[in-house]
């Protein structure tokens, strides 16, 4: 759908991938809705049946790519029937705070 922004009267597509990636108002343009926070991100434990998830808040977006592409490559994400194990990625060194864990039941057998 083409629109005009509010903020600075250019028309612009509210589906275009400019617009997606930029986030904000959906009356605003790319370039008047640039947002600056940085999204948290989730992150599951490889910790059995009941793995723990927990979501982390990094201080930059490039932080934030690199911890993701570290967690896929360590994880095994998208490596169909191969077995990740053979491979360990580094952990980069970016700057992150656990905003909250939520463990899963460690008593999930039934044992005390």
Known sequence: MIRECIECGDTFDTHSPAKRRSGGFMTHCPDCSEETTVKYAGFSSG???MASVQIMKFNSEQDR?????YWRASSGLNTGKNCQLG???SEPNVSREIVITQAGNTNHKGKA
């Open 87 to 89: 491979f360990r990625a």
């Open 65 to 69: 790519q690199k911890y993701m592409a």
């Open 47 to 49: 910790e059995g049946k």
